[in-house]
């Protein structure tokens, strides 16, 4: 089965930048980025397709984030600038493996789901 597993996450202050890591085991799939804060419901922030380039970006992240893929295709990278207290949350990739339409910042469109990383910024 394939799994997700991420990486990158960390404490930086306000301003600062991260790089979040998604490796799956296998194959190229549509990925996408969510967060979720503390009593706070989960948040798609941004998807890539699985091998035409296609990204999309959350409002509140658009202008600050942008994910890309690795050589090996199987990578996939979310690179955070400009982070702001409010982007203090757990992190998580999903993969879409079954394919279909549905909204591509939907959580249901995702059924692997990786096991998380947290960014903290704060001074």
């Known amino acids: 089965q394939l799994q997700l597993v991420e990486s990158g996450g960390g404490l930086v202050p306000p301003g600062g930048s991260l790089i979040l890591s998604c490796a799956a085991s296998s194959g190229y799939y549509y990925i996408g980025w969510f967060r979720q804060a503390p009593g706070k419901e989960r948040e798609g922030v941004a998807c890539?397709?699985?091998?035409?380039?296609?990204?999309y970006y959350a409002d509140s992240v658009k202008g600050r984030f942008t994910m890309s893929r690795g050589n090996t295709k199987n990578t996939v990278y979310l690179h955070l600038n400009g982070l702001e207290p409010e982007d203090t949350a757990v992190y998580y990739c999903a993969a879409d493996t079954r394919g279909g339409w549905q909204p591509v910042l939907s959580s249901t469109k995702y059924d692997i789901w990786g096991q998380g990383t947290q960014v903290t910024v704060s001074s």
């Open positions: 890539i397709g699985s091998g035409d380039g296609f990204t």
